[in-house]
């Protein structure tokens, strides 16, 4: 699975932006789907992620909790993070990243994917 993601760009406090992931790949809606992020001089950080076909589990990092929403869209192998009242704080670098045989419990934990995206910036101007 190649996974490549995009939307990005710089906004001011308050604003709103989506990015979106697309895969590669027949077997997309078997996929975990999360987005992490990382800030300079910060380990990466979870923030939201999906399940695949067969379950119904949505997580998000307490952060970005009623500001965020992912989605994904199957049909289009491409899932997406419509990121709301950003704040400054949120600046970094998002990734998507993917795996076919996560735990719900394993969601927030980057070390269990083995997909990943190149990454796209968002900047949040105060």
């Known amino acids: 699975v190649q996974l490549q993601a995009s939307g990005g760009g710089l906004v001011q406090a308050g604003d709103s932006l989506r990015l979106s992931c697309a895969a590669s790949g027949r077997t997309f809606s078997r996929y975990t789907m999360g987005w992490f992020r990382q800030a300079p001089r910060k380990e990466r950080e979870f923030v939201a992620a999906i399940s695949g076909l067969g379950r119904s589990a949505i997580r998000y990092s307490d952060s970005v909790k009623g500001r965020f929403t992912i989605s994904r869209d199957n049909a289009r192998n491409t899932v997406f993070l419509q990121m709301s009242s950003l704040k400054p704080e949120d600046t970094a670098v998002y990734y998507c990243?993917?795996?076919?045989?996560?735990?719900?419990?394993?969601?927030?934990?980057?070390?269990?994917?083995?997909?990943w995206g190149q990454g796209t910036q968002v900047t949040v101007s105060s």
């Open positions: 990243a993917g795996d076919q045989n996560l735990i719900v419990s394993s969601m927030s934990t980057p070390d269990e994917y083995d997909y």
